[in-house]
């Protein structure tokens, strides 16, 4: 079945800067990559997702690029806000009913 | 904007007792699933269902573990006999399509004593 590493785990960046985390799949039938925001005892949101038919995708401070060949994927976020502070998790899925797979998650502390 | 809405928000419970965790999901949705997270942890898979039968499980999802949507709105996960390692926070999700964007409930926090 799918894997998916993430990486980091915690990444702090004083706000104003520029924060990546990348993941990595196996499954390169996965053709779909979301990445999920969650805050502190929240329920996990989407917001941004990125198919397999397109290499990158941005919307406002917010980016993901995807790379088929090495199978790893990546958010990009600029211009950092405290209230992007957060753990971040992607994902990856491929087509039909198949469940996402998560990866471990990413705590984000944007320091102002 | 419609949700997805999960009860109780929180549930404490002795080792061994049954609990029902209940889920409404967005009326045009056709796929659901259960998800865990254990406090700290990743949000892991348990079980989809479509069409009113299992289509897929998880290694987690062991004899303990059941769903059903016993009225054609409610959607529940059973656990039979919880066990300490039970406790984390249940979420329940839903897709009009079985791909594209996972829609969660707000989650029921499971602890068992």
Redesign the interface.
């Known amino acids: 079945g799918e894997n998916v590493e993430q990486h980091p785990s915690t990444l702090s960046v004083q706000e104003g800067d520029s924060a990546v985390i990348k993941c990595t799949y196996s499954d390169s039938a996965s053709n779909?990559f979301?990445w999920?925001k969650q805050e502190l005892g929240?329920?996990?949101?989407?917001i941004i997702?990125i198919r397999s038919n397109v290499g990158e995708k941005k919307d406002q401070r917010i980016a993901v690029t995807l790379n088929k060949t090495a199978k790893h994927f990546s958010l990009h976020i600029t211009e950092t806000q405290p209230e992007d502070s957060a753990v971040y998790?992607c994902a990856a899925?491929s087509?039909?009913?198949?469940?996402?797979?998560?990866?471990?998650?990413t705590r984000l502390s944007v320091i102002a | 904007e419609p949700e997805v809405t999960q009860t109780p928000s929180h549930q404490v419970t002795q080792m061994g007792q049954e609990v029902i965790l209940r889920c409404v999901p967005i009326s045009n949705h056709l796929?659901f699933?259960w998800y865990r997270q254990i406090l700290g942890?990743?949000?892991?898979?348990l079980v989809?269902f479509?069409n009113n039968e299992i289509?897929?499980k998880s290694e987690i999802f062991d004899d303990q573990f059941s769903v059903e949507r016993p009225d054609g709105s409610n959607f529940t996960l059973k656990i039979r006999s919880t066990k300490l390692e039970d406790s984390a926070m249940y979420?329940c999700a839903g897709t009009p399509s079985?791909?594209?964007?996972?829609f969660?409930?707000?989650?029921s926090r499971l602890t068992v004593l």
């Open positions: 779909y979301p999920y929240k329920r996990p949101q989407l997702d998790f899925s087509s039909g009913n198949t469940p996402l797979v998560f990866g471990k998650g | 796929y699933y942890q990743k949000v892991e898979f989809s479509y289509s897929e979420f079985g791909v594209g964007e996972l969660f409930g707000e989650g």
